[in-house]
């Protein structure tokens, strides 16, 4: 019997272009540009204050970039 991994199922692709992100006045980035595939892993390093935190809360939908940047998951 072959084991089904439980990922296999539903393999997310996300795909950042032109992407800015500014909190209290603060620009977090600018002009970012990310393409994630299906079942790719990647991993995020940064000093304090970087970013890394609210670049994955903007990829879980809880902040939004910039209005007419495009976030696309599919």
């Given at each position: 019997?072959?084991?089904?991994?439980?990922?296999?199922?539903?393999?997310?692709?996300?795909?950042?272009?032109?992407?800015?992100?500014?909190?209290?006045?603060?620009?977090?980035?600018?002009?970012?540009h990310w393409?994630?595939?299906?079942?790719?892993?990647?991993?995020?390093?940064g000093e304090?204050?970087?970013?890394?935190?609210?670049?994955?809360?903007?990829?879980?939908?809880?902040?939004?970039?910039?209005?007419g940047k495009?976030?696309?998951?599919?």
């Open positions: 019997m072959k084991r089904k991994s439980p990922v296999s199922r539903s393999l997310l692709a996300v795909n950042l272009a032109h992407i800015e992100l500014v909190r209290d006045g603060r620009r977090i980035f600018r002009d970012l393409n994630i595939g299906p079942g790719e892993r990647w991993v995020l390093l304090n204050g970087a970013g890394k935190t609210q670049l994955l809360k903007m990829l879980a939908g809880d902040v939004w970039p910039q209005p495009l976030v696309q998951r599919v």
